[in-house]
């Protein structure tokens, strides 16, 4: 899987939109980039993910870029909630399964 | 139930003892995963389960831990002999075949005293 590399940390003012980047630079066509959280105590929870085409749930929007070299995260109006540890995962669809955790952004969320 | 399943949530034990982690995945998903995470560290992974075969066992520490999983959902992981450094809390996720979102349990909490 290629690795991805994210900033340590970043703080988020209450009701902002929180903007979190990830660099893949060495993705390859067939790897998805995945977004999963861990909030303090609790198992890590699936955010979003895509392949090249920008995608939108109902928790979050994912942007990548035409390279695919890199994306941004954006939690539209974060809560104080959304304080967490952020992962950026790129996974091949043929080894998707074996999801390799990096150390992620640490996302304080401040009101 | 709705989610994946693990138990104990909480399991001390004294160094030298063998412990089973238990793991019930969401009904349906053929594919099982674990993970470690020691204090303020980041993710491990373990093992993953396609069905009731684990293609993929590079991530076991040592071979005091094995897995298995019978049925195709439940899974036990077993540490035998256990060491100090084995605390950690151990993630179970589960997702269905085509769907690559994975599902985590609340995890296991094991101290090694």
């Known amino acids: 899987d290629a690795k991805t590399t994210q900033p340590p940390s970043m703080d988020c003012a209450e009701g902002r939109a929180a903007n979190l980047p990830c660099n893949h630079s060495?993705?390859?066509?067939?790897?998805?980039v995945y977004w999963y959280r861990q909030i303090h105590s609790q198992g890590p929870q699936y955010i979003i993910h895509?392949?090249?085409n920008n995608e939108t749930n109902e928790m979050a929007s994912l942007i990548i870029t035409e390279d695919r070299k890199s994306s941004t995260l954006i939690l539209p109006h974060a809560t104080l909630r959304d304080t967490a540890v952020y992962y950026c995962?790129?996974?091949?669809?043929?080894?998707?399964?074996?999801?390799?955790f990096g150390a992620g952004t640490t996302v304080t969320v401040r009101a | 139930g709705a989610g994946v399943s693990q138990s104990p949530s909480n399991k001390v034990t004294e160094k030298g003892k063998d412990v089973e982690l238990r793991c019930d995945p969401i009904?349906?998903?053929?594919?099982l995963y674990w993970y470690r995470q020691s204090l303020g560290q980041g993710l491990e992974f373990l093992i993953y389960?396609?069905?009731?075969?684990?293609?993929?066992k590079s991530g076991l520490p040592s071979d005091r831990f094995s897995a298995e999983r019978t049925g195709g959902s439940v899974s036990t992981l077993t540490i035998q002999r256990t060491q100090q450094e084995d605390s950690a809390v151990y993630l179970c996720?589960?997702?269905?075949?085509?769907?690559?979102?994975?599902?985590f349990g609340q995890g296991t909490r094991l101290t090694v005293v």
């Open positions: 996720a589960s997702s269905s075949y085509l769907n690559t979102e994975a599902f």
């Open positions: 060495t993705i390859s066509g067939n790897e998805y």
């Open positions: 895509g392949l090249k």
């Open positions: 995962i790129a996974a091949s669809s043929s080894n998707d399964y074996k999801l390799s």
């Open positions: 009904s349906g998903h053929t594919a």
């Open positions: 389960f396609q069905g009731n075969s684990a293609p993929d």
